[in-house]
């Protein structure tokens, strides 16, 4: 009668099965992943939350559906209302209102007449209060209007911790986020090319003053250009609101997002943040393709049983020291089970050779 064994390759990660003399392929895990997970960095945001947008996953949280005041972080639905409805191109006469927005600001004068594109930039690069207020009033009517457009647009986006009374997010009674909603209206802004580009932008020209005096925008999110791939997208500061930053960063194909609320640090936290999820977390690969996993010894003769297919799942360090391998049949057929001490990541098919009139693999197949 023909026998089975499973193959002993190379433990990579010292990984353990239920079979003696089994392990992992040397492939079972991808560089970067081989020392045990550590803890999220301790971070003094009184609500946080840190996103793999690359793999749909939350990768850890604190008080992400607590509502906060938002501070400038306003300013991302500011800017996708705009682009909903607005023209790049469309010309703004600035009004007395705006240049009285107060705090932050790009030094507006009545009068003066910007391109929605040219305000779009003061408002995400320079985070200018008078450039949301004029905004507003051109695409809103007022700022009361345009804040009633705001709600809309978080109702529609099902921002349900969300509410917004100005375009600009200094402190008012009624204007609130959580970190979890912040989180998702990044994510959706994040998809407008034109957004995108202008929260990843560090300097850029404006039109020069009545006077003649030049004007330029700089970006107040510190990580761009100093934490490497970061790619946007915006900050906040008010008395209420503490710090507040909502952040991206991709490498090696994936994007992370870290939105912190109330913090002491908000560029530090948030890079800590971003910085543990690209180190801890990952795609692992636990079962290469064409590799053999099973033997079946017929006389003098090995018959090789390899994966048909590789297997690759997101994993923490931690999860991934976890990882077994253990060999079962699907009816006649044998399979290899990849699976955490918790759960089943999933069943995959062996292709092997078969003998003729050989019992059926269920009565022919003894393990070593």
């Keep these: 009668m023909g026998r089975i064994r499973f193959i002993a390759a190379v433990a990579a990660l010292g990984l353990a099965g239920s ?4 392990a992992a392929p040397v492939s079972a895990a991808a560089p970067g992943l081989a020392a045990r997970a550590e803890p999220p960095p301790d971070v003094t945001a009184t609500s946080w939350i840190l996103y793999d947008d690359t793999f749909g ?13 938002m501070a400038s972080t306003t300013k991302i639905m500011t800017g996708l209302v705009v682009l909903e409805r607005a023209r790049l191109t469309d010309r703004v006469t600035i009004s007395v209102g705006a240049t009285e927005a107060g705090e932050s600001e790009v030094g507006l004068e009545p009068g003066e007449v910007w391109t929605v594109r040219q305000l779009l930039v003061a408002l995400l690069v320079e985070s200018a209060n008078d450039a949301a207020v004029a905004l507003a009033e051109f695409v809103g009517g007022s700022v009361e209007g345009f804040a009633d457009l705001m709600n809309d647009t978080a109702e529609r986006l099902e921002l349900r911790n969300t509410r917004y ?19 998702e209206l990044s994510r959706v802004a994040m998809e407008e090319p034109v957004f995108a580009e202008l929260v990843a932008t560090r300097v850029a020209g404006l039109p020069a003053t009545p006077e003649g005096d030049a004007r330029r925008a700089r970006t107040t999110n510190q990580l761009l250009g100093a934490f490497p791939g970061a790619i946007g997208i915006k900050t906040g500061y008010t008395d209420l609101a503490k710090l507040v930053f909502a952040a991206a960063a991709e490498r090696s194909g994936r994007r992370l997002y870290a939105v912190v609320m109330g913090s002491d640090s908000h560029f530090a936290e948030a890079a800590a943040l971003l910085e543990y999820g690209f180190f801890e977390y990952g795609l692992v690969r636990l079962v290469d393709a064409g590799t053999t996993y099973l033997e079946r010894r017929v006389g003098d003769q090995v018959l090789p049983y390899a994966a048909g297919a590789a297997f690759d799942a997101y994993l923490s360090r931690d999860e991934a020291e976890g990882v077994h391998l253990t060999p ?3 009816g006649e057929e044998p399979v290899l089970v990849v699976g955490l001490p918790e759960r089943e990541l999933a069943r995959l098919e062996l292709d092997g050779q078969v003998s003729p009139g050989l019992p059926t693999l269920r009565d022919a197949f003894a393990w070593a």
Excluded: K
């Excluded at 079979?19 to 089994?22: A, F, H, L």
């Excluded at 939350?58 to 559906?65: F, R």
């Excluded at 009374?165 to 970190?179: I, K, M, R, V, W």
């Design 57 to 69: 996953v939350e990768i850890g949280s604190h008080n992400a559906d607590i509502r906060r005041p």
């Design 165 to 183: 009374t100005n375009p600009h997010g200094l402190d008012e009674t009624g204007q609130y986020t959580s970190a979890r909603d912040l989180l």
């Design 19 to 22: 079979v003696p003399g089994w």
């Design 328 to 330: 079962d049949f699907d």
